[in-house]
Structure formats: structure tokens, C-alpha cells
């Protein structure tokens, strides 16, 4: 699978650009991380594709990746019932030293 169909788009919301500026650093009982940053990712995505996929795009070094299957929900137009799409959400937290100027 090509890296730019691993990753879809960022998903830029409020959350998004508040857990992209949160970073800590290191104590004793916890290694220092940067941001983190949400994907939309393709469904069939694992998560060691993801890491390579964003560390190509976006030159930087990530630390961990988290992922979700965010089910569609149920929607009704015109008297009829049916359902949003089912997509896959990544969020990605880099490495101290590193940001993407994006969000």
C-alpha cells in the first residue's frame, strides 16, 4: 500500500490542535513525548504502517500510534434510513524534539 493512501487527511478540530501543542517532558517514571496528531487512515491500515507513512510525509519521528474504528452513525433523508461511513482514526504522538507545522 502506497504511504499517501495510508494516510487519508489530518483531522483539524478544537481537540486536535489542543493535544498538538500539549507536550511533556521526561520525569523519572515517564519518558518525555511531543504532540499529538489525528489522522483519518485507511481502514485496512495497521498501525506500523501508519508510523512509516507519517514519518515519510511529514519528516518526523514518531513515538506511538494509537487507532480507532469510528463506526458510522445511523442517519434518515427524506423518510428513508441509512448510515454515515465507517472510517479509521490514527492519532500519532511524535517524539520531543519534533512538531508538524500543520495544526
Known sequence: MDIYNVVRRPLVTEKGTH???QSFESTSSRPGRGGAYAFEVHEKANKIQI????????NV????VRTAIMRGKARRFRGR????KTWKKAVVVLKPEHHIDLF
Open 19 to 21: 493535544q498538538s501543542r
Open 81 to 84: 434510513f441509512g448510515a454515515s
Open 61 to 64: 519521528r514518531v513515538e506511538s
Open 51 to 58: 508510523r512509516d507513512a507519517v514519518e515519510k510525509i511529514y
